[in-house]
């Protein structure tokens, strides 16, 4: 069964330090990952996505992801935070066979503060 | 240009009555999905259509729920005899590319 798991329901980081936002995942076959942002009173907004490729995938405003195959993971780093990154993450996963549906993680909430 | 747009924003229904929620979704976008969105929880898939293929409803919780899309563009979300449980935030969303999803602002839907 395919799922994704974020263990950190809430993540705090001082403004300028580095942030990771982890997520680990489950899938018969190879996995199409994904993050997407929720900011507050705002829709979901892509962020970046895995297929296939360099390991270090590179998204929107600064921030990118490793996929690690053999931890199965796909952590959520940006090196230097700022208090507008504070929002809800999510971790998304579908199998690259019979692509049409996605899992979501539970989400992971990032405080950031000044 | 137009985002994917939901109506209503918020239903506040009473237990065992029926409720419609519309998505419209980006021009041109073949693939459709709704989601729903439990406090505290994550998204859970409900139904996904592409195309004219014939729609995914693996996710959908019981019988009570059903969703069309008609002319390839706006999906309806029908919950019927609906129940406290169903109260949560419905999402929609479209996708040209199977890869990138562009989500409504969703239908807040509480069930007294």
């Known amino acids: 069964a395919q799922s994704v798991a974020q263990p950190e329901d809430q993540v705090n980081v001082a403004e300028g330090n580095p942030l990771t936002v982890k997520c680990t995942y489950s899938v018969s076959g190879n996995p199409y990952l994904f993050w997407y942002v929720q900011y507050p009173n705002r829709g979901l907004q892509f962020l970046l996505k895995?297929?296939?490729?360099?390991?270090l995938v590179k998204g929107s405003y600064g921030f990118e992801a490793e996929f690690n195959k053999s931890q199965t993971s796909f952590h959520l780093k940006k090196p230097s935070a700022l208090v507008s990154d504070s929002a809800l993450y999510f971790c998304?996963?579908?199998?690259?066979?019979?692509?049409?549906?996605?899992?979501f993680g539970s989400g992971t909430k990032l405080n950031v503060k000044p | 240009g137009a985002g994917v747009s939901q109506s209503p924003s918020n239903k506040v229904t009473e237990k065992g009555k029926d409720v419609e929620l519309r998505c419209d979704p980006i021009?041109?976008?073949?693939?459709l999905y709704w989601y729903r969105q439990s406090l505290g929880q994550g998204l859970e898939f409900l139904i996904y259509?592409?195309?004219?293929?014939?729609?995914?409803k693996s996710g959908l919780p019981s019988d009570r729920f059903s969703a069309e899309r008609t002319g390839g563009s706006v999906s309806t979300l029908t919950i019927q005899r609906t129940q406290q449980e169903d109260s949560a935030v419905y999402l929609c969303?479209?996708?040209?590319?199977?890869?990138?999803?562009?989500f409504g602002p969703g239908t807040r839907l509480t069930v007294t």
């Open positions: 969303a479209s996708s040209l590319d199977l890869y990138e999803q562009y």
């Open positions: 895995y297929i296939t490729g360099d390991n």
């Open positions: 021009s041109g976008h073949t693939a």
């Open positions: 259509f592409q195309g004219n293929s014939a729609p995914d």
């Open positions: 998304a996963v579908s199998a690259s066979r019979g692509f049409n549906k996605f899992y």
